[in-house]
């Protein structure tokens, strides 16, 4: 027997609320990785909104007099497996945090993609409240993303790109680093130092 729309809104919903719960975890981690402040200060404070839309989520499910349960969510847990690898890397400082860039915008990206439709078939569906609510945090998913592309675009991919020539000039004469107000160096004009595994 087919089933309906209906049933593919819950299974959807089930599948984001997995995938919150999986960004909880992960985000820390991608915090953790970040050399800029800034960046850093951008995941965290996307771990709390997100802290938020896992909540939201199972306001959705009441709403619509569901059981809060959730779907292992495969597409977000690949994003973040490969969000793993990159910490593996031994990237420099900024071209660390360009790539976690690139891998939270990733992540943005599908959760966009996911609540996109379930803001569409909420409204299909007469699902008013439901939609009201998972509006909000598609607008907070799309904040976080411009977020993300201000950061980028605001420095970061200049500094990653200007530490590679930088690298490629070295010859043996290195500036001394300067030390930052978190201990760590800055690292532009030389070599990043090897970072610790985690
Ligand atoms: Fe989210
Ligand atoms: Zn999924
Ligand atoms: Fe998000």
Same mark, same amino acid.
């Given at each position: 027997?087919?089933?309906?729309?209906?049933?593919?809104?819950?299974?959807?919903?089930?599948?984001?609320?997995?995938?919150?719960?999986?960004?909880?975890?992960?985000?820390?981690?991608?915090?953790?990785?970040?050399?800029?402040?800034?960046?850093?200060?951008?995941?965290? *404070?996307? =771990? /709390? #909104?997100?802290?938020?839309?896992? !909540?939201?989520?199972?306001?959705?499910? %009441? &709403?619509?007099?569901?059981?809060?349960?959730?779907?292992?969510?495969?597409?977000?847990?690949?994003?973040?497996?490969?969000?793993? *690898?990159? =910490? /593996? #890397?031994?990237?420099?400082?900024? !071209?660390?945090?360009?790539?976690?860039? %690139? &891998?939270?915008?990733?992540?943005?990206?599908?959760?966009?993609?996911?609540?996109g439709t379930l803001v569409a078939w909420a409204k299909a569906l007469g699902r008013d409240e439901a939609a009201e609510l998972l509006e909000q945090t598609l607008e907070e998913e799309k904040a976080a993303d411009k977020k993300l592309s201000g950061l980028a675009e605001g420095g970061i991919n200049d500094e990653a790109a200007n530490s590679q020539i930088d690298n490629a000039q070295i010859d043996g004469e290195r500036p001394q680093p300067r030390a930052t107000a978190r201990g760590r160096t800055t690292s532009t004009t030389r070599r990043a130092p090897a970072r610790s595994r985690r």
């Open positions: 027997m087919s089933k309906p729309l209906e049933d593919a809104f819950i299974d959807e919903l089930r599948d984001t609320y997995d995938a919150e719960k999986q960004l909880v975890k992960a985000l820390p981690k991608l915090a953790k990785g970040a050399t800029s402040e800034e960046l850093r200060d951008a995941f965290e *404070s996307h =771990l /709390e #909104e997100t802290r938020g839309q896992v !909540t939201r989520l199972e306001q959705v499910f %009441a &709403a619509l007099g569901e059981k809060v349960r959730g779907k292992h969510c495969d597409g977000i847990a690949g994003i973040i497996e490969e969000g793993a *690898s990159i =910490l /593996e #890397e031994d990237f420099d400082e900024p !071209t660390m945090d360009a790539c976690l860039i %690139a &891998a939270g915008q990733r992540a943005e990206h599908y959760e966009m993609a996911a609540y």
